[in-house]
């Protein structure tokens, strides 16, 4: 059991129960109000269950997916929620992955403006990545998290078995954000992680605690993304396009998956514009490759997905804004790439040999 | 001209002109976002205008009126932003009165987690209340201002010359805050103001600086409304039901025209609550009529504007939360009253004599 204390919350790593139960009894909120989808509501409330039973409580459930991550969802929370009688001594806890954390702690940091809440983080990805930090959000206009805030939850609780509860590609989404940490931060890591051949052999709990830390040192340092918190955003300007553009069509792909393949572009943008040597990039390309497949991208593609980038939060003054890696395990925020350069990459990434 | 800052920005009292511009020109935004109503669009952005020919600017224009702080309005603001380009250096100005500041406001701080924005009131309800104190937000499922968030301006510009677009029952709209600003902080001014026979002699100037002080005094104390800023409710629980109902009847009340009514139920509560003197509540509740003329409230209402004020966000674990006046000039915070008093309140209201 680890706690680790971040800008006034704790985040708690290890089994739920303890440290659950030692916050709710240090407060004293009237009622307690759990976000969860239909698959946490079966999966994972059960363990959360007898740890309420001192307390009033309700839940709201949303359908699961990122294609809910919306205005409408959250229409239909905060109406659930007024129905339910949450006022501002209430705690919401956001039971689930990515999209119930983004989207249960922008409708409780909105609802009455603001009631308190905790995150609960159920898949690897939102274990590693999306629980910390305090982004919170909702798509909009097709495009992702493009409505949201900055703020923090009251605390964070990871419980590594809840990824017991995980389809295989679950996993394999989060541990995109795990190579991520490792490429921008901790050379030694990625030489660790690049070894892995297939993902039935992971111990996940051995690689969340070092990529939780990287992320936390990061957010720390700065919370409200004015600099180096961008670092996180390696592989996420093309991904995030990807995730978007993938969204409507008839295949859509898992956040961690449209990353691995922002990834493999941005790596490529790496080589071209910072000098990242010939062999990290195909290194880094056949690893991804190697754990995520060949998505299906075509040249008619790259017109939508460049608009979908002049569109990112992260853009300034109108230029398309990466990080970027000059050799694994560091990183440059702020580059740009001239649409033509980011063209490159997607056909770099389109003529990699599938498997 | 005057300037008083307040948590790290400025309000500006005065002619737009010279303030707004020292304003921009020690930023560097990249682009400026007007957001307005069909009524300021023609009446206020004139003046506007001249102070943005430096700037690449555009406007996002919205229908007038309370009955369209809704969500669905906020959606199309995010759309237009984001067909405008706009990003994190961007500024939203918000030109108009309450609507415009809260759901401008709002739309700002959580478009791509938070773009910059100013309040230029238009309103005289605006200009001594609501631009102010950083409380944003809109309506939702029939209760006022549910969803929002508390998030201050870079800077706000208090015009008075805007007053002059303003139809008369907008003006007495403004006027009701700042009674009530005189009845919980000012006996002084109360005994001035309640000497007032009709609006047409009032000079608006010389009480808009008064009312703004008693607000930021109370508003520094308190931002986030943990207790003192709870005072500037008075006359608001009833206030809100009655304008939250009257919204969806034939007959809609402005805010000021609500809390009007809600100050005459409140001062009841008072007196039977905390001894107001009942010399006091007749004269409030005559010098408030003679204004205000008198709502035609029926017995058939009562149960729904209960409904509305036990859903009213100042609640705390269900009670209805009142502040009260023991006596003018001076208030109570957290004052509960049950269902049986608040009904006599507004069977006092109605017993009235009317105009």
Redesign the interface.
């Known amino acids: 059991m680890d706690i680790i204390t971040i800008n006034e919350y704790d985040i708690n790593l290890g089994p739920l129960g303890g440290p659950m139960s030692r916050f709710l009894k240090s407060k004293a909120y ?1 009622r307690l109000c759990i976000i969860a989808d239909e698959n946490t509501e079966a999966l994972c409330l059960p363990r959360l269950e007898p740890l309420l039973e001192a307390y009033e409580w309700t839940t709201v459930v949303v359908p699961p997916g990122e294609q809910h991550k919306k ?1 409408e969802t959250c ?1 239909s929370i ?2 659930q929620m ?1 129905d339910a ?1 949450i ?3 209430s705690l919401l806890i956001n039971l689930g992955g990515g999209v119930i954390g983004d989207m249960g702690g922008f409708c409780a ?6 009631v308190d809440f905790v995150q609960v983080p159920t898949t690897l990805l939102s274990q590693v990545d999306a629980s910390i930090g305090g ?3 909702i798509d ?2 097709q ?1 992702k ?6 703020c923090d939850p009251q605390a964070v609780f990871i419980d590594p078995a809840f990824l017991d509860t995980l389809p295989r590609e679950e996993l394999r989404s989060g541990f995109a954000e795990i190579i991520k940490h490792s490429l921008i931060a901790d050379e030694e890591q990625w030489r660790t992680i690049r070894k892995i051949e297939a993902l039935d052999a992971v111990d996940w709990p051995s690689l969340i605690g070092p990529s939780l830390s990287i992320k936390q040192d990061i957010v720390k340092e700065d919370p409200l ?1 004015q600099g180096l918190r961008k670092a996180l955003n390696f592989g996420h300007t093309i991904g995030h396009a990807i995730e978007s553009f993938a969204l409507n069509s008839a295949e859509p792909l898992l956040h961690g998956e449209a990353v691995a393949v922002g990834m493999v572009c941005e790596a490529f943008l790496s080589s071209r514009l910072l000098g990242l040597p010939a062999e990290d990039l195909e290194t880094i390309s056949h690893f991804l490759l190697r754990i995520y497949g060949h998505y299906p991208l075509e040249e008619r593609h790259f017109d939508p997905l460049l608009q979908l980038m ?2 990112d ?1 992260k ?4 230029k398309i804004n990466f990080s970027l890696l000059p050799a694994p395990g560091s990183v440059k925020v702020n580059c740009t790439a001239e649409p033509s350069h980011i063209e490159d990459s997607l056909l770099y990434y389109k003529g990699l040999p599938g498997r």
């Open positions: 009237s205005l229409a905060w109406k007024m009688r006022d501002r001594q940091s909105t609802f009455k403006r603001g982004k919170l959000g909009f206009a495009v998290n493009s409505i949201g805030l900055f993304e002049k569109n939060k853009n300034e003054g109108g």
